[in-house]
C-alpha cells in the first residue's frame, strides 16, 4: 500500500469519526455506547444485520475472500487435526501400556506364589518320601 493511500484512507477514517461525532453530539454523549452497538449491530460495514461481527468472523471473512490464505489455512486445520489425533492415539497407547504393564505384573505374582506352592508341596513330598525310605529301611 503506498503512502498516498494510507493517507486517503487515514483521512477517511479521520473524516467519518468526525461525522460520528457530528451526529452523536461529540465525544461527551452518554449515548456514544449506544449508538456505537447500534451501529455495529446494524451498520452496512459490519457484516449482517443484527449480529455483532467477532474477530473470528472478521478472519473468518477476509481468509475466505482470498484464496492463497484460504489454501494455507486449510492446511493449518489439517495439520492440527492430524497433531490432535495423534495425541489421542498415543494416550490411547499409553493407556494400553499401562494396562498390560499392571497384568505382566500380576502375573508375575502369581507364578511366584505358583512357585512358592510347588517348592513347599515338593518339600513335604521329599519328607514324606525320606520319612517312608526310612521306614522301609529299617
Sequence with gaps: ???????????????????????????????????????????????????????????????????SMLLLFQRLITWRQKRSVQRTLSTEWQQSLFQVQQEVRQLREQISQLEQTVLQNLSSDDAQTRSADQAFSK
Excluded at 483521512?11 to 457530528?22: G, K, P, T
Design 1 to 67: 500500500m503506498s503512502a498516498s493511500s494510507r493517507e486517503q484512507e487515514q483521512l477517511s477514517l479521520e473524516s467519518r469519526i468526525q461525522a460520528f461525532y457530528r451526529q452523536s453530539g461529540g465525544p461527551g454523549n452518554p449515548q456514544i455506547q449506544k449508538i456505537l452497538q447500534n451501529h455495529l449491530l446494524y451498520g452496512k460495514d459490519h457484516g449482517r444485520s443484527g449480529y455483532r461481527e467477532t474477530l473470528e468472523d472478521a478472519f473468518i471473512d477476509a481468509v475466505s475472500k482470498d484464496h
